[in-house]
């Protein structure tokens, strides 16, 4: 290459580096609109408008993202410091917010609570679809702003640490699939009115939630429930709990007939099993697949709870049963009469592959348990046994050996106790 050609080479080169030549292009800049939307939305709020610095044309296109994450994966400033600058986000925003998330950093809210409700009226406004809002500091829970019942667009709810108050004309959020509320303040009728109102909902997450006697989950849609149930004081004292009524379990389940996977602890169990339990339900739960439970075997009606579930489960694939340490020993009737009465009306567990038992003592009603789940399962491949560590060598070693007699339906059932196999 001659030196002239080589001076146009280099002349040609700083021209484009500087913007001096008609062969000048700036790659960042001129990036089609849904591709620098896809970029900023892959990143975290502080990193998009970090992003601003980029070039003139990208300076304020942090201003339009429609998704602004204040999560746990965000650097974490002090509180005030977060609510300014969540404030200051939202005055320079443009265009809809379909997902705002403000959650992990347990706001005071006799600082905030007017910030909230700002906060809350701009999304309504702007078509939130998404809307993740607490927990707040220990103790406090946000009084929900009412204009939440006017975000029709939503698609998933979770609010955590709120006291929602329904208003009479609210016709339900049309468009909710997921909806979750932890700690939250409402009256069972009002929780049942939300669930009931949101026709497509699918996953239903209920945690911490206090409820008195009845409630009725009324979600033909729903494919996934998980309940962490807690009883308000005045609920034990009731005559209810003790006997007579529809049992919970068809009040509650009633209309659950596409559910697949199934979540029940805490005291979920104490709760459903109020009322006379049936064998089985009216009506069973043709897909689920997975169920997972917090089982206390000293509770007989939680015991009779347990096998009605799996009756009414013709299909159940997993199951997780977590022991509780809640009720007395069962006397009454015995011990081995009450299982042999359990085993005479059935429960053949033909699709069941997996078992995990987890918070084992080496009681006999936890072996008899496992002895029905082994008798009654063709297919089971494992049985995975979580025995606590609170129990002796001797008495753990004495309940592995009285597992190593039991009867296995399943030709290819293996126990296993902490990682070992037997």
């Not at 009728?189 to 409820?211: N, V």
Request: net charge negative; proline share 4%.
């Amino acid at each position: 290459m001659t030196n002239r050609n080589k001076k146009e080479a280099k002349g040609d080169k700083i021209s484009l580096q500087n913007g001096r030549s008609g062969l000048d292009f700036d790659l960042i800049s001129d990036l089609p609109e849904d591709i620098c939307n896809a970029i900023l939305l892959r990143l975290s709020i502080t990193d998009a408008v970090k992003a601003s610095i980029l070039s003139r044309k990208w300076r304020y296109r942090s201003a339009s993202i429609p998704h602004l994450v204040f999560d746990k994966d965000w650097i974490l400033p002090k509180n005030q410091e977060v609510v300014d600058i969540v404030n200051r986000v939202l005055s320079v925003h443009k265009g809809p917010v379909h997902k705002f998330v403000c959650s992990d950093h347990f706001l005071p809210l006799d600082q905030c609570g007017h910030d909230i409700d700002q906060w809350m009226l701009f999304l309504s406004e702007h078509g939130i679809e998404q809307l993740t809002l607490g927990p707040f500091m220990h103790g406090n829970w946000y009084v929900m702003h009412s204009c939440l019942f006017s975000c029709l667009e939503l698609t998933d709810l979770d609010l955590a640490s709120c006291e929602i108050n329904i208003p009479p004309a609210f016709e339900g959020f049309r468009h909710l699939r997921n909806l979750k509320l932890c700690d939250i303040i409402l009256s069972d009728d009002e929780l049942e009115q939300l669930i009931s109102k949101c026709l497509l909902l699918e996953t239903l997450t209920l945690d911490c939630i206090r409820l008195a006697i009845r409630f009725k989950i009324n979600a033909p849609n729903l494919r996934y429930l998980c309940l962490k149930i807690e009883f308000t004081s005045s609920a034990f004292d009731n005559e209810y709990f003790q006997q007579g009524g529809i049992c919970n379990l068809i009040k509650a389940f009633g209309s659950l007939h596409h559910i697949e996977k199934m979540t029940l602890h805490d005291e979920t169990l104490q709760f459903l099993r109020v009322g006379n339990i049936p064998d089985v339900l009216p009506a069973s739960f043709l897909h689920l697949k997975n169920l997972s439970m917090a089982v206390s075997f000293m509770d007989s009606k939680e015991v009779f709870a347990t096998f009605c579930m799996l009756r009414s489960s013709p299909n159940l694939e997993e199951l997780e049963i977590l022991i509780t340490k809640r009720g007395i020993e069962l006397h009454n009737p015995p011990l081995a009469v009450f299982w042999e009465a359990q085993e005479r009306l059935g429960c053949l567990l033909n699709h069941l592959q997996t078992v995990k038992m987890t918070g084992i003592k080496g009681k006999e009603c936890e072996l008899s348990f496992i002895r029905f789940v082994l008798a009654n399962a063709p297919v089971l491949g494992i049985m995975s046994i979580d025995i606590k560590m609170e129990i002796t060598m001797v008495e753990k070693l004495r309940f592995l050996q009285d597992m190593l007699q039991l009867r296995r339906a399943s030709t290819q059932a293996i126990i296993r106790c902490e990682g070992e196999s037997i």
